[in-house]
């Protein structure tokens, strides 16, 4: 397992079902793919991904068939771009990496989101009361130093000079004009209003909302619908299974038992038929993977079945090809070229 954020330029990542491709690339190997790019292209269509020598392939079928291609089956060639920030929905393979961090096409997308946006409703008031109270406070600095130098001009020429210390009365008189201007800019109104959202967010985490932006209390007060994913949010995300069917009946587990009991209707073909399919048609592990195939995995670790030996013993190194379930065919088929020899 790698982090995504150090994959370079030439790494060769291997994708399946329900992973999100985090780099952009170029595919060279792949069985079945199937990829939602809904999130970059905005078509709710999946598309068909397949290696760059079967898409060339393909295109010299259709060009030696004369068949014409237009918008409508534009798609019947299949593209052997991978791009980062789409999701396999089908199949499994490998790919190189072509683009990656701020000029790959998630990172594009996410350097337009990180700019520096508009200002908040709140800082765009507070702005306007800081500048209306700044130019208040420049105004009346200016009126009271000259009130108060007016007042010492008609005082002298009523006492007919000036005396010495006149020079230093007019200075303490600007530095009075100073501290007016500067006393009035309202420079603990940001700290305050910071402290009275960071109480906000407090309040709002005690009531389970958690908010990672402070400036997102101001709006979220006057939000009267929230659309949310359910997955991860409502949801856990796992799934267990609960019963399958087998030998014409319905077998049922109880997921919160440490181990499972086989029951003795069932035959020892039958155990391994059960065993064989679900460690050929699955990807997972007890611990990875998309949730359904990993509630299978973890459902055989219960009946005594080691997942990892049992794969590696079935599929290995041996040569396959792999269809895997959609909601058309609604189920997922392996074959293997030299398990049973």
Not at 63 to 90: A, W
Not at 132 to 148: E, H, N, P, Q, R
Not at 150 to 156: A, D, E, G, N, S
Request: aromatic share 6%; hydrophobic share 40%; proline share 3%.
């Amino acid at each position: 397992v790698m982090n995504p954020n150090d994959l370079v330029v030439g790494d060769i990542v291997k994708i399946e079902t329900g992973k999100t491709i985090p780099v952009d690339g170029l595919l060279i190997k792949g069985n079945d793919i199937i990829t939602d790019e809904s999130s970059m292209t905005g078509e709710s269509h999946e598309l068909k991904k397949d290696s760059l020598n079967k898409t060339l392939r393909r295109l010299e079928e259709l060009e030696k068939s004369k068949e014409k291609i237009d918008e409508m089956n534009v798609h019947t060639i299949p593209s052997p771009i991978i791009l980062s920030g789409t999701k396999v929905t089908q199949g499994d393979g490998l790919f190189l990496t072509v683009v990656v961090g701020d000029r790959s096409c998630i990172g594009k997308i996410m350097s337009k989101i990180l700019q520096k946006g508009e200002a908040s409703p709140l800082q765009m008031k507070l702005e306007a009361i800081a500048t209306d109270v700044g130019k208040l406070g420049f105004y009346t600095a200016i009126i009271t130093v000259s009130i108060m130098i007016l007042r010492l001009l008609i005082t002298r020429f009523k006492d007919g000079g000036w005396d010495s210390k006149d020079a230093t009365t007019i200075l303490h008189y600007l530095l009075l004009g100073l501290t007016i201007i500067v006393v009035a800019i309202p420079e603990g109104l940001p700290l305050a209003v910071t402290i009275s959202l960071a109480y906000s967010v407090q309040k709002m985490y005690a009531e389970k909302n958690f908010v990672k932006a402070l400036m997102s209390c101001e709006i979220t007060g006057g939000a009267t619908t929230i659309c949310s994913d359910k997955t991860g949010t409502l949801t856990e995300n796992k799934m267990k299974v609960l019963r399958y069917y087998m030998n014409n009946r319905d077998h049922r587990v109880d997921p919160n038992n440490a181990k499972y009991e086989w029951e003795a209707d069932v035959t020892e073909e039958q155990k391994a038929l059960l065993i064989e399919s679900l460690c050929c048609n699955s990807t997972a592990t007890i611990s990875q993977g998309n949730p359904p195939e990993k509630a299978f995995m973890q459902m055989i670790h219960k009946y005594g079945v080691d997942v990892e030996a049992k794969k590696k013993e079935l599929v290995g190194d041996n040569e396959y090809v792999r269809y895997f379930f959609n909601s058309k065919r609604k189920k997922m088929t392996t074959i293997l070229k030299k398990a049973y020899n």
